[in-house]
């Protein structure tokens, strides 16, 4: 038997409420949750969202200081810690002929695309050790010879030509 401490009724004793007066007796049980957070889901997809998102523009903002300017990365620093300077136009192409001609030159990953008629001269935008590929296409139907010379710091170190009618020079150069 259970007595009330408010009003001294005696209750049995598996009772949670005074008979008598309604007073509890015993605290009810207090359900408790298995796991997880005290969230709901959609608050947690929120904090994982924006957790990524953090954390990706953190990553961003790390990658795009620690990134060589154009300039930077066009030196090479040697094992004695000495920074030999690159020349910011290491690679020209000098293209020969007197007709109408479309050119792609370049790194594989940068390639500049000009057309032009008769003898003309592009400079590149590569490190010097950087691979570079040149294709040049007659644009008529002339057999006038073509020629392509691929100039490393002043040294031809490429040519190629043709006389076929619509026909193609391709040079590729790895120093």
Known sequence: MVKCPRCGYENISS??????????LKKAPVEKKKGGWSM???????LIVGIVVIAFLLFSVVYNNSQPTNEESLNVITA?????????????VKIIYDGSWYSKAGT??????KSDTGNASINLDSA??????????????????LIVQLIRNGNVVAENSTTNPGGE???SYRS
Request: charged share 15%; net charge negative; with cysteine.
């Open 40 to 46: 709901g889901i959609a608050k947690k997809i929120v």
């Open 128 to 145: 010097s050790w950087d691979q570079v590929s040149v294709t040049v296409q007659k644009n008529d139907e002339s057999s006038n010879n």
């Open 169 to 171: 020079v391709t040079l």
């Open 15 to 24: 009772s949670t409420y005074c008979v008598n007066c309604s007073y509890t």
């Open 80 to 92: 004695d810690q000495n920074v030999q300077q690159g020349s910011t136009h290491p690679y020209q």
């Open 108 to 113: 594989p990953g940068y390639l500049q695309e």
